[in-house]
């Protein structure tokens, strides 16, 4: 039976609790440091705490350990690995090739997605060194998945919600080429979801101030099973940075998705063990998402982006009927109702993206906004981007629990009794009660009915009991604390025996493996940060290592994005499908210049820049400050 893994995010000790509970298989958290996230770091001990309550659900623990290290850091990182492995993590992520130069601790070592794999031959090489899980790049299709997965045993891992990068992961130094903030280093500052311009050669502009690089979200719900079938294990939801409300309702939406394909399909399994149960039902089109897309999963060449918004517009609610100052009352559509506090979004006569919250709600269609609100057109379409009532919901711990399926049998000794706690994990635990004096009960009814109902007793625990057995061949009384530290002792020893179960992990790469042609001379693109990478990589077949954007820039332009996102099709030039003659275009963004070209045989666009001034074949526009 193959073992399918719903893979969450975790920003911090909260969030992966709420993971757990909403119905992960594994959880994927930042730890101290050298995360892709810098901004969602962890402590040992809070890794520690998560690992301890995801293992009763044998749910792994995977910390990022994929940014691209220097040289002083390469000893820290591998240092803190040990100390993970420690702490109870499963497997750590990685992008360095640094880190295979030396040590590791037994544990599973998965590819980031950073390292950008994307053919058959670069997936094989990554199981010959000793990779367990790979990250398919967000922008492969089913096709390109199922020719890797026929020529590989690696597990193959694939994003399936969240954020897209407008850029190729691991291969986009945009940001460090304006800011000096490198996405390598965990520290991408997002310009994708600035303001840009688009002009042809002849300096004719095509879109002025628009998200021109800010791509919608993926979302694969309705292709889960071809996925599967495709070959993809591993179905990771983006969102390290999200909070607990987002991670549970995510969470919950492709756990029941999931759920309902394993039942069809007895050849398929999920990875860990316990029952969900949600007090909300799961939608995500009401936490945060930039609109929805497939991506290039079936080479559709869809509108990946939205141009006018770069953060969630909301889901329509209905149009606005009038306006009386702060005072406004909607046409909502069916089955809609606005809740106080609910924040709603519209589109002024700019095109401009505008909202606020609604203070309360005065009738079912008439709501206050305790703020001043400019004149809006009647007919004008609203948005709820906040659905005050739900996030509420979502808010609380105890919106979603997740249980075991427990039994206990209670068996009588010569002068005591043990229990013994499995769960259906196929652990077990025993303990025993030894009594000073043993001595019948009067009532043996009594007996069973006080037994049943303090082992039962699970309180606020993971379990729920769903069999006792028990065996008295001499009934003896046993005093109420003695059957609960029973219960106590039962449980801890099923929980230490599930805590210190670990696979150890081991790796021994062949000394001839050599990199796939195409990635032995790959300039900067190469990501050789430290000196331990560079060796890795000539001893394996790399010419020529140069050291990489981040510690030193390449002189002149270069390539810092390439992406299945065309600017040339979104504006109606697609050599191809519009028939137009191949040209150049010149993308402005933060008052830079970049050169836009097409490889129109694999269907990427490549932005080339900064440009200097005298590469610029038109006057660019002065931007007011």
């Not at 193959?2 to 969450?8: D, F, G, M, V």
């Not at 390449?554 to 519009?578: I, M, N, Q, Y």
Request: hydrophobic content about 35%; overall charge neutral; glycine content about 8%.
């Amino acid at each position: 039976m193959r073992q399918i893994e719903l893979l969450s995010p975790a920003r911090d000790l909260p969030c992966g609790i709420a993971a757990v509970n909403s119905g992960a298989d594994a959880v994927y958290i930042g730890g101290p440091g050298f995360g892709a996230r810098a901004n969602a770091g962890n402590s040992l001990d809070d890794i520690r705490a998560l690992a301890d309550y995801a293992h009763l659900f044998r749910v792994k623990i995977h910390v990022t350990l994929n940014t691209i290290l220097t040289d002083t850091e390469l000893e820290e990182a591998r240092d803190l690995a040990f100390k993970l492995y420690e702490a109870g993590a499963d497997a750590l992520i990685i992008q360095d090739y640094g880190l295979l130069a030396g040590p590791l601790p037994p544990l599973e070592i998965h590819a980031s997605t950073q390292q950008d794999s994307e053919t058959p031959a670069k997936f094989q090489f990554l199981e010959k060194q000793g990779f367990s899980q790979a990250v398919l790049p967000r922008e492969m299709s089913v096709s390109e998945i199922k020719r890797i997965s026929a020529q590989t045993g690696i597990r193959l891992e694939a994003f399936v919600h969240g954020a897209l990068c407008a850029g190729i992961s691991g291969r986009c130094y945009l940001s460090a080429a304006l800011t000096g903030r490198s996405a390598n280093r965990g520290e991408c500052a997002q310009l994708c979801r600035v303001k840009q311009s688009l002009y042809r050669a002849d300096g004719t502009p095509l879109f002025r101030d628009r998200y021109l690089l800010s791509m919608k979200d993926l979302s694969q719900t309705d292709n889960l099973e071809e996925l599967i079938d495709a070959g993809v294990s591993s179905f990771k939801i983006e969102g390290r940075l999200k909070d607990a409300g987002y991670v549970r309702n995510v969470t919950a939406w492709y756990r029941e998705r999931l759920d309902e394909i394993f039942k069809r399909r007895p050849d398929l399994a999920r990875s860990s063990f316990g029952r969900t149960q949600t007090s909300f039902t799961p939608d995500v089109t009401k936490s945060f998402n930039r609109g929805f897309t497939e991506y290039n999963t079936h080479e559709r060449k869809d509108t990946y982006i939205n141009p006018m918004a770069p953060g969630f517009v909301g889901v329509p609610i209905g149009k606005l009927k009038s306006q009386q100052r702060n005072r406004l009352t909607f046409m909502l559509e069916p089955g809609v109702t606005l809740n106080n506090g609910d924040s709603l979004n519209y589109y002024d006569s700019r095109e401009e993206l505008c909202g606020f919250r609604v203070s309360r709600m005065l009738d079912r269609s008439t709501g206050e906004i305790f703020q001043e609100i400019p004149a809006i057109s009647p007919g004008t379409v609203f948005y709820r981007n906040r659905d005050a009532v739900f996030d509420r919901m979502l808010a609380a711990p105890e919106s979603s629990v997740r249980k075991l399926k427990l039994t206990l049998t209670y068996e009588e000794t010569e002068r005591g009794a043990t229990l013994t706690a499995g769960d259906e994990t196929g652990f077990s635990g025993k303990a025993e009660a030894v009594l000073p004096n043993p001595s019948p009960a009067k009532d043996r009814e009594l007996l069973e009915r006080n037994l049943r109902e303090k082992l039962g007793r699970l309180g606020d625990s993971v379990y729920e009991l769903t069999d006792l057995k028990t065996v008295l061949p001499h009934s003896w009384f046993m005093p109420q604390s003695f059957i609960n530290q029973l219960r106590r002792d039962a449980l801890k020893d099923l929980e230490d025996k599930k805590r210190a179960a670990r696979t150890v992990v081991k790796r021994d790469p062949p000394e001839d493996n050599p990199l796939p042609p195409e990635e032995r001379e790959l300039d900067f693109r190469a990501n050789l940060h430290n000196s331990a990478a560079r060796k890795f990589f000539t001893e394996h077949g790399g010419i020529s290592p140069e050291p990489s954007f981040e510690s030193k820039r390449p002189e002149g332009p270069a390539p810092v994005l390439v992406s299945k996102h065309c600017l040339h099709r979104f504006a109606g030039l697609c050599t191809e499908r519009d028939h137009a003659r191949k040209q150049k275009l010149y993308l402005e963004l933060g008052g830079k210049y970049f050169e836009v070209s097409t490889d129109c045989r694999k269907c990427r666009m490549t932005l080339t820049g900064p440009l200097p001034r005298d590469m610029i074949p038109f006057t660019p526009v002065k931007r007011d400050k």
